[in-house]
């Protein structure tokens, strides 16, 4: 049974795929719910949002890790984070039936970082799709993207141009590093700070729904 508190929602029929969205820094796991019913608006996905296990002193809400500097996660409570996230994708696999090749793991800003965590490292599986808002590739001593290993990923970046909190450069650089390894990129930018653009979301929807439908890419 995984460590962490999840809010589910299933499909409206037989699903067609596994939507895992995380949330970012200092929120919870209900507050992407309503991205992913923005993303899924048929419920054709298994939805899944789940809680950070961290609360640090002083702190609002919930965080994957603790942030030394922006870019580069605190090595022990992102190896944690880790952990704790492949023990709970793990289950929702085993347990619904849905594997890695329909699943997109998605999420903002540390959600984002986690997602591509997940989706890019060599000891996981590779995901159907990574969905990226205000994120980044994380820099971690002892972790690495494994980027050889998954040739024509799929992966929707967003990020704002006036980001005050993950520089922009952080979504340019992501883009970049994984068109270098043969994944699929889709990236756009916004006149927008560090949130959501809600001009971004029916592109976003766009993607996944194509993620649906298509043939697993492992298949």
């Known amino acids: 049974m995984s460590r962490l508190t999840i809010v589910e929602r299933p499909a409206a029929g ?23 019913e923005a993303l899924d608006p048929e419920r054709r996905l298994h939805l899944v949002t789940p809680r950070a296990p961290l609360q640090p002193p002083g702190a609002l809400g919930y965080h994957w890790y603790l942030v030394p500097r922006v870019g580069h996660p605190d090595a022990d409570s992102f190896r944690g ?24 793991l998605g999420g903002f800003s540390m959600g984002a970082v986690m997602s591509y965590t997940l989706g890019l490292s060599a000891e996981r599986p590779a995901p159907g799709g990574i969905l990226a808002f ?25 990020h704002g141009e006036r980001d005050p909190v993950i520089d922009v450069s952080f979504g340019r650089d992501a883009a970049e590093t994984l068109r270098a390894g043969a994944a699929h990129v889709t ?17 976003a929807q766009a993607w996944l729904q194509a993620r649906i439908r298509a043939e697993p890419r492992n298949a």
């Not at 037989?14 to 309503?34: C, F, I, Q, Y």
């Not at 880790?82 to 997109?104: C, K, N, Q, Y």
């Open 81 to 104: 984070a880790f952990a704790a996230l492949s023990e709970l994708h793990d289950e929702l696999w085993e347990r619904t039936g849905i594997g890695p090749e329909r699943t997109v």
């Open 14 to 36: 037989e699903p067609a795929g596994l939507l895992v969205l995380h949330h970012g820094r200092g929120a919870d796991e209900r507050d992407l719910l309503s991205l992913g």
């Open 187 to 203: 990236y756009h930018e916004s006149p927008i700070g560090h949130h959501i653009d809600p001009r971004q979301i029916p592109l």
């Open 134 to 158: 205000s994120g980044f590739i994380p820099t971690v001593p002892g972790w690495g993207a494994d980027l050889a290993g998954r040739p024509g990923l799929e992966v929707f970046i967003a």
